[in-house]
């Protein structure tokens, strides 16, 4: 996407690239390492945090439907906090920023209907193909679609460009 010099990656993205066999295993161990823990990890916040985070919203005086919205936004606020304050500030701010346009992302799928990281794909691949001789190639086809893509309105966003729509987003949520 053109609004950041950040790449955007779906979770179709995140699969195993086929390359040679030492590739595909580190990949193996980057998918192992990045999200087959997740249900641990899980486990281990809820050990570590649950209990005095659920008694301190339970003290609170109000609905229980907005205590349990109380907890979720605590407790993803607490996680966002503690995943940007551990990793080094420029990686800090590269993450912030990919989230911040995958969460934007979202919203405009939800609002639109549409998965706009998929129809990119789609559409590049239409065009221009899957086939490429190098990695260089391949990098400034994506560029050049790229810029024309993400700027260009779309009938499945009511006429809007892509980026217009993320940034509508984003602004909704002062991200």
Known sequence: MVRREDSKKSKGQRKKKKAGPED????????????????????????????????????????????????????????????????????????????????????????????LLQKFQDDFASEKGLKFKNEKELNDAVLAFEEKWWNSPRKDLEGKTPNFTVDEAAAVYKL
Do not use: C, H
């Not at 990045?34 to 249900?39: H, I, R």
């Open 24 to 115: 595909e295993s580190e990949d193996v161990a980057v998918e192992e390492v990045l999200f087959d823990k997740n249900p641990s990890r899980s486990y281990l916040l809820r050990d570590v945090w649950y209990s005095s985070l659920a008694s301190v919203i339970e003290e609170e005086d109000m609905p229980e439907d907005s205590k349990r919205e109380l907890m979720f936004l605590t407790l993803s606020n607490a996680l966002l906090d503690m995943v940007m304050d551990i990793m080094p500030g420029d990686l800090s701010v590269l993450f912030a920023r990919n989230l911040d346009d995958y969460l934007a992302i979202t919203v405009v799928n939800q609002k639109y209907n549409v998965d």
